[in-house]
Nanobody, 121 residues
Framework: HVQLVESGGGSALAGGSVRLSCAAS??????YSWFRQAPGQEREGVAA????????YYLNSVEGRFTISHDNNKNTLYLQMNSLKPEDTAIYYC?????????????????WGQGTQVTVS
């Protein structure tokens, strides 16, 4: 039984930092990603990582501010978010699957976390 449990969301001031975690159990995947959905907007891919070769991918608007990482021993995914902006406010979801080559293709991720709210003011 695969389960993704997120933690670390909350409120931050603009310019501040938040770190999200996503603990995976039941299986180890080759691709993990963070998506987000702001009110009234479609869900979008924010960051992804290929655990095989360590490649990372970022949404243009977060490049240089967000860092995705994965601890293989703990099978836990992280998203370090720095220099936060109000437009980063959204529900953030972690996702796991075998999605090499198209890291932000949602249908390539069969497993999703429950979502965690991040609010930047």
């Amino acid at each position: 039984h695969v389960q993704l449990v997120e933690s670390g969301g909350g409120s931050a001031l603009a310019g501040g930092s938040v770190r999200l975690s996503c603990a995976a159990s039941g299986y180890t995947f080759n691709t993990y990603s963070w998506f987000r959905q702001a009110p009234g907007q479609e869900r979008e891919g924010v960051a992804a990582i290929d655990t095989g070769d360590g490649s990372t991918y970022y949404l243009n608007s977060v490049e240089g501010r967000f860092t995705i990482s994965h601890d293989n021993n703990k099978n836990t995914l992280y998203l370090q978010m720095n220099s936060l902006k109000p437009e980063d406010t959204a529900i953030y979801y972690c996702a796991a699957g075998s999605n090499r080559g198209v890291p932000f293709r949602e249908r390539g991720y069969p497993y999703w976390g429950q979502g965690t709210q991040v609010t930047v003011s």
